[in-house]
């Protein structure tokens, strides 16, 4: 007969019980995939005119009002001078019998719009509130103003004449690296920009439409009203087929200087080949951050800025380095050993960055790209920015794939990987420089 006042177990078996209990608990949490990354759903449709709408909303967001909306277009050119002026345009007054700029309009309403480019993207970006108060008013104004809007004479000449002669950074470094292949001192961006050029381009991203994203909740009745808004503002908007114009990246490495005097700034550009999925965007977040903390660990530099543009076909990163005044010439000599000179050209070469060749360091980098990006993924204007500058509608890497594969792809991500992406991604032999002496 069973004796109730004998334990079941003796003490070392069940130390033994306990002790497998506990390992096997920290065995699932070491294999468990990172569930804090949040998982969105993608719905579908197209406009009237045939334009897809992508609406990407997820859980966290059921009882916020914010939604971000993107209208993408894929116009090519090498005047980039021209979309910077066009799409600033439409940023100032461009409402048909107003004086005030389209946010002066737009901020009663719980609502802004800006604007995003490079050589080969262009988006249009707006904040509303999916409140039907707030959401009605916003739409039938915003209707108005994208249909038709106004460039005015006097906001052009304003403009134009405001306008710095130097141009921006950007601009400066994408002429020396895709668009001026005989001489690097004279660009279509020093050309100056007609109103008649202007309106005629804003016809042209009519025509050169990619998709259009909402990122963010909508009620049933807020999305039956964004969907009718939609296809009257997309009436005359076709799919982009072929580029404008054709675009090529430098094939050999050069150095520019300008001015005399002491190095006051470097300014680089690299191609890169098209990014093709989330393990190689994973790579480039990496590098770049690598870049700026070692270039910054340098007591000769002050401050490095880096951005990196992930086009559909010819994307590119560059950076700027401003100097202390401690540094006459990146090739003069200084008390620093020749082993700690890390000049900028080196980050190019995949085989030269730090975190490739250091596993702590990388797994540092890594670790710090999850805690950001948990916060990051949170927030609508970051799945904006993923769906208009990260992935592409008709590329390889489209908002879906990332959408759906993001999470595994952090979990699962490797040195070995990192190496690789960055031997396929990085073009060394493109890389431009431009010394700027004072």
């Not at 897809?52 to 001078?81: C, G, M, Y």
């Not at 991203?205 to 039956?224: D, M, V």
């Not at 790579?283 to 401050?303: P, R």
């Not at 490739?356 to 980098?365: E, H, I």
Request: proline share 5%.
């Amino acid at each position: 007969m069973f004796n109730s006042d004998k334990p079941l177990f003796s003490r070392p078996v069940l130390a033994a019980i306990m002790l497998l209990c506990t390992l096997s608990i920290w065995l699932l949490n070491l294999i468990a995939t990172n569930n804090t990354l949040p998982t969105p759903t993608i719905e579908r449709w197209t406009t009237t005119s045939g334009i897809p709408v992508i609406w990407l909303k997820q859980e966290e967001w059921e009882n916020t009002d914010k939604v971000e909306l993107r209208f993408s277009f894929h116009s090519a050119t090498t005047n980039t001078a021209l979309i910077q002026t066009t799409l600033a345009m439409l940023m100032s007054d461009s409402l048909p019998l107003s004086t005030a700029s389209i946010n002066q309009r737009l901020a009663p309403l719980a609502a802004s719009a800006n604007s995003y480019y490079d050589h080969e993207s262009q988006t249009i970006c707006l904040t509303l509130s999916n409140e039907t108060r707030y959401l009605l008013p916003t739409l039938s104004l915003v209707t108005n103003w994208l249909s038709n809007p106004d460039f005015k004479r006097r906001t052009f000449d304003n403009w134009q004449s405001q306008r710095t002669q130097n141009p921006p950074i950007q601009h400066e470094l994408e002429n020396v690296l895709f668009f001026d292949k005989n001489n690097k001192q004279i660009s279509s961006n020093s050309v100056p920009v007609s109103l008649e050029q202007v309106i005629d381009y804003y016809q042209r991203l009519k025509s050169s439409a990619t998709a259009i994203y909402i990122i963010g909740e909508l009620p049933t009745e807020a999305k039956n009203t964004l969907q009718a808004a939609l296809n009257k503002i997309s009436q005359e908007y076709q799919i982009a087929t072929s580029p404008n114009e054709s675009i090529y990246s430098e094939p050999l490495s050069t150095i520019i200087k300008q001015n005399e005097g002491t190095l006051w700034q470097t300014r680089s550009a690299i191609a890169l080949m098209p990014v093709t999925d989330i393990k190689e965007w994973i790579s480039l977040q990496i590098w770049g951050a690598d870049l700026v903390a070692t270039l910054n660990k340098q007591t000769h530099i002050d401050f490095v800025q880096l951005a990196l543009t992930l086009s559909p076909q010819h994307p590119w990163a560059w950076w700027s380095i401003q100097y202390g005044n401690s540094v006459a010439s990146p090739d003069a000599t200084t008390n620093r050993p020749a082993d700690q000179m890390i000049y900028p050209k080196s980050l190019a070469f995949s085989e030269q960055v730090p975190s490739a060749n250091n596993k702590k360091m990388f797994q540092t980098l890594l670790d710090s790209f999850k805690s950001q990006l948990e916060q990051q993924t949170l927030s609508p204007t970051w799945w904006s920015q993923i769906a208009t500058q990260v992935t592409h509608e008709n590329g390889a890497l489209n908002l879906e794939k990332f959408a759906n594969g993001y999470q595994e792809a952090v979990d699962s991500f490797t040195v070995e990987e990192y190496q690789a992406a960055l031997t396929r991604l990085l073009r060394p032999s493109s890389y431009q420089e431009i010394q700027v002496y004072q």
